[in-house]
T-cell receptor
Framework: SAVISQKPSRDICQRGTSLTIQCQVDSQVTMMFWYRQQPGQSLTLIATANQGSEATYESGFVIDKFPISRPNLTFSTLTVSNMSPEDSSIYLC???????????FGQGTRLTVV | DAKTTQPTSMDCAEGRAANLPCNHSTISGNEYVYWYRQIHSQGPQYIIHGLKNNETNEMASLIITEDRKSSTLILPHATLRDTAVYYCIVFNAGGTSYGKLTFGQGTILTVHP
């Protein structure tokens, strides 16, 4: 399996500001994903980060709120825009080489909005 | 992807086998069963996956019933470090999920001394 590094590991932000989370994989992968895990809840998929094109968002998530970039096969960013306390969650990056291999996850970014 | 049903929580004594069940009665022929776990404050960790046959690796064994409608993850000698939330996920490698995993609520496994 590969290793995913996420930065920052945690942050406390003021409401109305934006935070960009970085996800770096130590090898090339075909697929990259972003998940949100609200306090005490399971993981919810935000979007699939597509290399060289716009991300594919799940129902309930929009590009204006969660813009995503993926400039190459090892790196992606997720921005949480115009934050409110309801955005306080753990945000996780995931990647997999193909659909026949397992997905692996970063350690997450713990975001608190005050 | 097929939906899964898992018990909310389970307990296990340290050193004993932990058997975690999962029902996936609507699974289709080309869907895999994946197991992940999430230890507190960490990202999910892959454990094992299978299609039809039982599988074993250094972490666990996966037993899939013949009709594939249920499976059991077995941790042969549970330790305190195995305390985590365990997720059973059914995944269609060739379907429209495009690699996405859908997480349910999972089973909270607590290993006691």
């Amino acid at each position: 399996s590969a290793v995913i590094s996420q930065k920052p590991s945690r942050d406390i932000c003021q409401r109305g500001t934006s935070l960009t989370i970085q996800c770096q994989v130590d090898s090339q992968v075909t697929m990259m994903f972003w998940y949100r895990q609200q306090p005490g809840q399971s993981l919810t998929l935000i979007a699939t980060a597509n290399q060289g094109s716009e991300a594919t968002y799940e129902s309930g998530f929009v590009i204006d709120k969660f813009p995503i970039s993926r400039p190459n096969l090892t790196f992606s960013t997720l921005t949480v825009s115009n934050m409110s306390p309801e955005d306080s969650s753990i945000y996780l990056c995931s990647a997999r080489r193909d659909t026949n291999t397992e997905a692996f996850f970063g350690q997450g970014t713990r975001l608190t909005v005050v | 992807d097929a939906k899964t049903t898992q018990p909310t929580s389970m307990d296990c004594a340290e050193g004993r086998a932990a058997n975690l069940p999962c029902n996936h009665s609507t699974i289709s022929g080309n869907e895999y069963v994946y197991w992940y776990r999430q230890i507190h404050s960490q990202g999910p960790q892959y454990i094992i996956h299978g299609l039809k046959n039982n599988e074993t690796n250094e972490m666990a064994s996966l037993i899939i019933t013949e009709d594939r409608k249920s499976s059991t993850l077995i941790l042969p000698h549970a330790t305190l470090r195995d305390t985590a939330v365990y997720y059973c996920i059914v995944f269609n490698a060739g379907g429209t999920s495009y690699g996405k995993l859908t997480f349910g609520q999972g089973t909270i496994l607590t290993v006691h001394p």
